[in-house]
Protein backbone atom coordinates (compact mmCIF):
# COMPACT_ATOMS: atom_id res chain seq x y z
CA UNK A 1 0.00 0.00 0.00
CA UNK A 2 1.56 3.03 -0.87
CA UNK A 3 1.99 5.74 1.88
CA UNK A 4 -0.92 8.15 0.05
CA UNK A 5 -3.63 5.40 0.50
CA UNK A 6 -2.27 4.47 3.49
CA UNK A 7 -3.27 7.86 4.73
CA UNK A 8 -6.52 7.80 3.31
CA UNK A 9 -7.13 4.27 4.94
CA UNK A 10 -6.17 5.87 8.22
CA UNK A 11 -8.42 9.13 7.90
CA UNK A 12 -11.80 6.63 6.42
CA UNK A 13 -11.36 4.51 9.07
CA UNK A 14 -11.30 7.42 11.83
CA UNK A 15 -14.30 8.52 10.33
CA UNK A 16 -16.29 4.95 10.87
CA UNK A 17 -14.90 4.81 14.27
CA UNK A 18 -16.20 8.46 15.29
CA UNK A 19 -19.45 7.56 13.20
CA UNK A 20 -19.36 4.31 15.40
CA UNK A 21 -18.96 6.41 18.47
CA UNK A 22 -22.06 8.79 17.46
CA UNK A 23 -24.14 5.89 17.50
CA UNK A 24 -22.87 4.60 21.06
CA UNK A 25 -23.26 8.08 22.40
CA UNK A 26 -26.04 10.30 21.55
CA UNK A 27 -25.25 13.71 22.56
CA UNK A 28 -22.58 13.60 20.93
CA UNK A 29 -23.20 16.59 18.96
CA UNK A 30 -22.60 17.30 14.93
CA UNK A 31 -20.47 20.40 15.87
CA UNK A 32 -18.06 17.95 17.97
CA UNK A 33 -17.97 15.30 15.42
CA UNK A 34 -16.70 18.28 13.21
CA UNK A 35 -13.80 19.25 15.40
CA UNK A 36 -12.93 15.29 16.06
CA UNK A 37 -12.55 14.82 12.51
CA UNK A 38 -10.66 18.10 12.31
CA UNK A 39 -8.19 16.52 14.59
CA UNK A 40 -7.52 13.49 12.50
CA UNK A 41 -6.38 16.23 9.65
CA UNK A 42 -4.35 17.49 11.76
CA UNK A 43 -1.26 16.09 11.05
CA UNK A 44 -1.87 15.92 7.05
CA UNK A 45 -2.65 19.90 7.61
CA UNK A 46 0.68 20.72 9.19
CA UNK A 47 2.85 18.64 7.42
CA UNK A 48 5.03 21.03 5.32
CA UNK A 49 3.79 23.77 7.00
CA UNK A 50 6.68 26.89 7.47
CA UNK A 51 7.00 25.73 11.70
CA UNK A 52 6.83 28.54 13.51
CA UNK A 53 9.58 30.19 15.85
CA UNK A 54 8.96 29.23 19.42
CA UNK A 55 11.23 29.03 22.41
CA UNK A 56 10.60 27.84 26.19
CA UNK A 57 12.66 27.81 29.30
CA UNK A 58 14.58 24.27 29.93
CA UNK A 59 14.95 22.82 33.51
CA UNK A 60 18.68 23.25 33.40
CA UNK A 61 18.03 27.04 33.41
CA UNK A 62 19.00 27.54 29.80
CA UNK A 63 16.29 28.37 27.16
CA UNK A 64 15.70 26.48 24.04
CA UNK A 65 15.20 28.56 20.71
CA UNK A 66 14.17 27.04 17.67
CA UNK A 67 16.10 29.91 15.66
CA UNK A 68 19.01 28.30 16.89
CA UNK A 69 18.60 25.17 15.59
CA UNK A 70 16.72 25.37 12.39
CA UNK A 71 18.39 24.21 9.39
CA UNK A 72 21.65 22.94 11.03
CA UNK A 73 19.94 20.01 13.11
CA UNK A 74 16.54 17.78 12.51
CA UNK A 75 14.23 19.16 15.42
CA UNK A 76 11.87 16.95 17.58
CA UNK A 77 9.54 18.64 19.55
CA UNK A 78 7.52 15.87 22.06
CA UNK A 79 4.79 17.97 23.99
CA UNK A 80 3.77 16.11 27.28
CA UNK A 81 2.02 16.15 30.63
CA UNK A 82 3.33 14.03 33.53
CA UNK A 83 -0.49 12.88 34.22
CA UNK A 84 -0.54 10.94 30.63
CA UNK A 85 -0.19 7.27 30.74
CA UNK A 86 1.31 7.26 26.94
CA UNK A 87 3.91 10.11 27.42
CA UNK A 88 5.51 8.12 30.03
CA UNK A 89 5.50 5.14 28.30
CA UNK A 90 7.59 6.70 25.31
CA UNK A 91 10.30 8.56 27.36
CA UNK A 92 12.38 5.63 27.52
CA UNK A 93 12.37 5.52 23.87
CA UNK A 94 13.31 8.44 23.77
CA UNK A 95 15.98 8.19 25.96
CA UNK A 96 17.14 5.05 23.24
CA UNK A 97 16.85 7.42 20.73
CA UNK A 98 18.84 10.22 21.91
CA UNK A 99 21.26 7.67 23.01
CA UNK A 100 22.22 5.93 19.96
CA UNK A 101 21.73 9.62 17.98
CA UNK A 102 24.84 11.15 19.59
CA UNK A 103 27.51 13.03 17.43
CA UNK A 104 24.06 13.47 14.54
CA UNK A 105 22.43 16.45 13.47
CA UNK A 106 19.16 15.76 15.76
CA UNK A 107 17.99 17.57 18.94
CA UNK A 108 15.13 16.15 20.66
CA UNK A 109 13.05 18.45 23.33
CA UNK A 110 10.21 17.63 25.11
CA UNK A 111 7.89 20.70 26.21
CA UNK A 112 5.27 20.07 29.17
CA UNK A 113 1.80 21.61 29.32
CA UNK A 114 2.14 24.55 31.83
CA UNK A 115 2.25 21.90 35.08
CA UNK A 116 4.57 22.57 38.48
CA UNK A 117 7.92 22.38 38.02
CA UNK A 118 7.87 20.00 40.65
CA UNK A 119 5.86 17.75 39.44
CA UNK A 120 7.94 17.92 36.30
CA UNK A 121 11.09 17.48 37.92
CA UNK A 122 9.76 14.06 39.42
CA UNK A 123 8.78 13.02 36.24
CA UNK A 124 12.21 13.56 35.03
CA UNK A 125 14.45 11.93 37.85
CA UNK A 126 11.62 8.48 37.68
CA UNK A 127 11.90 8.15 34.17
CA UNK A 128 15.74 8.90 34.06
CA UNK A 129 15.26 11.62 31.35
CA UNK A 130 17.96 12.54 29.33
CA UNK A 131 17.24 15.03 27.09
CA UNK A 132 16.01 18.53 27.18
CA UNK A 133 12.97 19.21 29.51
CA UNK A 134 10.98 22.56 29.28
CA UNK A 135 7.70 23.99 30.48
CA UNK A 136 5.54 25.70 28.53
CA UNK A 137 4.50 27.69 31.32
CA UNK A 138 1.89 30.46 29.11
CA UNK A 139 0.89 27.63 26.53
CA UNK A 140 2.10 30.12 23.88
CA UNK A 141 4.34 27.54 22.49
CA UNK A 142 1.21 25.11 22.75
CA UNK A 143 -0.75 26.88 21.01
CA UNK A 144 1.52 27.89 18.02
CA UNK A 145 1.72 24.22 17.28
CA UNK A 146 -2.43 23.71 18.01
CA UNK A 147 -1.47 20.63 20.29
CA UNK A 148 -5.16 19.45 21.86
CA UNK A 149 -3.83 16.28 23.80
CA UNK A 150 -0.86 14.36 24.57
CA UNK A 151 1.69 13.32 23.78
CA UNK A 152 2.10 15.06 20.82
CA UNK A 153 5.82 14.78 18.49
CA UNK A 154 6.34 17.71 15.99
CA UNK A 155 9.44 16.99 13.85
CA UNK A 156 11.09 20.33 11.56
CA UNK A 157 12.57 19.54 8.56
CA UNK A 158 16.58 21.19 8.06
CA UNK A 159 14.25 23.36 5.44
CA UNK A 160 12.37 24.27 8.74
CA UNK A 161 9.01 22.64 7.70
CA UNK A 162 6.99 20.21 9.64
CA UNK A 163 8.20 16.64 8.41
CA UNK A 164 5.88 15.17 10.70
CA UNK A 165 3.32 15.64 13.14
CA UNK A 166 2.13 12.71 15.37
CA UNK A 167 -0.65 12.56 17.85
CA UNK A 168 0.01 9.42 20.16
CA UNK A 169 2.92 7.84 21.63
CA UNK A 170 5.94 6.89 19.61
CA UNK A 171 6.93 3.26 20.89
CA UNK A 172 9.39 2.88 17.95
CA UNK A 173 11.82 5.75 17.09
CA UNK A 174 13.62 3.64 13.92
CA UNK A 175 10.49 3.65 12.58
CA UNK A 176 9.46 7.12 13.61
CA UNK A 177 12.54 9.11 13.13
CA UNK A 178 15.26 7.25 11.19
CA UNK A 179 14.10 8.17 7.73
CA UNK A 180 13.78 11.78 8.38
CA UNK A 181 17.29 11.96 10.04
CA UNK A 182 18.56 10.19 7.42
CA UNK A 183 17.00 12.74 4.83
CA UNK A 184 18.10 15.70 6.95
CA UNK A 185 21.50 14.37 7.03
CA UNK A 186 21.78 14.04 3.55
CA UNK A 187 20.44 17.69 3.07
CA UNK A 188 23.11 19.46 5.41
CA UNK A 189 25.32 17.54 3.66
CA UNK A 190 24.41 18.76 0.14
CA UNK A 191 24.64 22.48 2.01
CA UNK A 192 20.36 22.20 1.84
CA UNK A 193 19.63 23.77 5.34
CA UNK A 194 18.06 26.47 5.16
CA UNK A 195 19.15 30.15 6.45
CA UNK A 196 17.59 31.37 9.52
CA UNK A 197 17.18 35.00 7.84
CA UNK A 198 15.00 32.84 4.91
CA UNK A 199 12.93 30.75 7.52
CA UNK A 200 12.26 33.31 9.72
CA UNK A 201 10.93 35.53 6.08
CA UNK A 202 8.44 32.33 4.91
CA UNK A 203 7.10 31.69 8.22
CA UNK A 204 5.97 35.28 7.96
CA UNK A 205 4.14 34.60 5.29
CA UNK A 206 2.49 31.21 6.55
CA UNK A 207 -0.77 30.52 6.90
CA UNK A 208 -1.55 28.85 9.57
CA UNK A 209 -5.46 29.46 9.85
CA UNK A 210 -6.63 26.09 8.68
CA UNK A 211 -4.51 24.46 11.80
CA UNK A 212 -7.32 25.42 14.34
CA UNK A 213 -5.11 27.06 17.44
CA UNK A 214 -5.79 25.15 20.91
CA UNK A 215 -8.41 26.79 22.99
CA UNK A 216 -10.45 28.20 19.98
CA UNK A 217 -12.88 25.73 20.76
CA UNK A 218 -16.61 27.46 22.07
CA UNK A 219 -16.46 26.80 25.62
CA UNK A 220 -19.74 25.55 27.75
CA UNK A 221 -20.93 27.23 30.23
CA UNK A 222 -19.68 25.88 33.00
CA UNK A 223 -16.95 28.68 33.99
CA UNK A 224 -13.67 27.14 36.26
CA UNK A 225 -11.59 29.29 38.07
CA UNK A 226 -8.70 28.52 40.51
CA UNK A 227 -7.05 24.73 40.94
CA UNK A 228 -10.61 23.38 39.09
CA UNK A 229 -9.34 25.52 35.84
CA UNK A 230 -6.05 24.13 36.26
CA UNK A 231 -6.90 20.46 36.39
CA UNK A 232 -9.27 21.06 33.13
CA UNK A 233 -6.43 22.42 31.52
CA UNK A 234 -3.77 19.56 31.89
CA UNK A 235 -6.67 16.85 31.45
CA UNK A 236 -8.27 14.98 28.67
CA UNK A 237 -12.23 14.86 28.63
CA UNK A 238 -12.92 11.21 29.43
CA UNK A 239 -15.55 10.80 26.16
CA UNK A 240 -13.05 9.36 24.11
CA UNK A 241 -12.13 12.13 22.01
CA UNK A 242 -8.71 13.90 21.52
CA UNK A 243 -9.94 17.30 23.26
CA UNK A 244 -8.38 18.72 26.52
CA UNK A 245 -11.12 18.61 29.11
CA UNK A 246 -11.34 22.66 29.18
CA UNK A 247 -12.44 23.28 25.50
CA UNK A 248 -14.15 19.86 25.37
CA UNK A 249 -18.59 21.01 25.21
CA UNK A 250 -20.20 17.38 25.05
CA UNK A 251 -22.10 15.59 28.01
CA UNK A 252 -19.12 13.87 29.88
CA UNK A 253 -16.78 17.38 29.64
CA UNK A 254 -20.08 19.54 31.36
CA UNK A 255 -20.50 16.38 33.65
CA UNK A 256 -16.84 16.37 34.57
CA UNK A 257 -16.40 20.25 35.02
CA UNK A 258 -19.32 20.44 37.52
CA UNK A 259 -17.66 18.03 39.83
CA UNK A 260 -14.46 20.01 39.39
CA UNK A 261 -16.75 23.13 40.29
CA UNK A 262 -17.44 21.08 43.47
CA UNK A 263 -13.69 21.71 45.05
CA UNK A 264 -14.08 18.40 46.75
CA UNK A 265 -10.80 17.65 46.24
CA UNK A 266 -9.53 17.06 50.06
CA UNK A 267 -6.01 16.11 50.09
CA UNK A 268 -5.35 15.00 46.61
CA UNK A 269 -3.06 16.23 44.30
CA UNK A 270 -4.27 17.50 40.62
CA UNK A 271 -2.78 14.21 39.39
CA UNK A 272 -5.03 12.12 41.66
CA UNK A 273 -7.99 14.09 41.19
CA UNK A 274 -7.84 13.92 37.41
CA UNK A 275 -7.28 10.46 37.40
CA UNK A 276 -10.45 10.17 40.12
CA UNK A 277 -12.36 12.33 37.39
CA UNK A 278 -10.92 9.07 34.76
CA UNK A 279 -12.31 6.88 36.32
CA UNK A 280 -15.77 7.92 37.36
CA UNK A 281 -17.12 9.48 33.72
CA UNK A 282 -15.17 7.28 31.48
CA UNK A 283 -17.87 4.18 31.58
CA UNK A 284 -20.78 7.25 31.51
CA UNK A 285 -19.15 8.58 28.25
CA UNK A 286 -20.07 5.39 26.23
Known sequence: MTPVAYRLTAVLFGVLFLGLNVS???ELSFRELEQATQDIQQPRLWRGKVAPEVQVPLRDGTTFRLSEHVGKKLVILNFFATWCGPCREEMPEFNRFVARSAGKPVILVSIDAKEEPNLVDKFVKDLKITFPIGIDVTGEVLAKFGVRSYPTTVVVGVDGRIAMFEVGAILNSDVAFDPLL????????????????AWQKQAQAENYRDVAIAGARDKDSVALSGRAAEIAAHMNCACGCTHLLEDCTCTTATGMKKKLKEGNFGDRTNVQVAEDLNREFCMKGM
Open 24 to 26: LKR
Open 182 to 197: KVATAELEAGHGIAVD
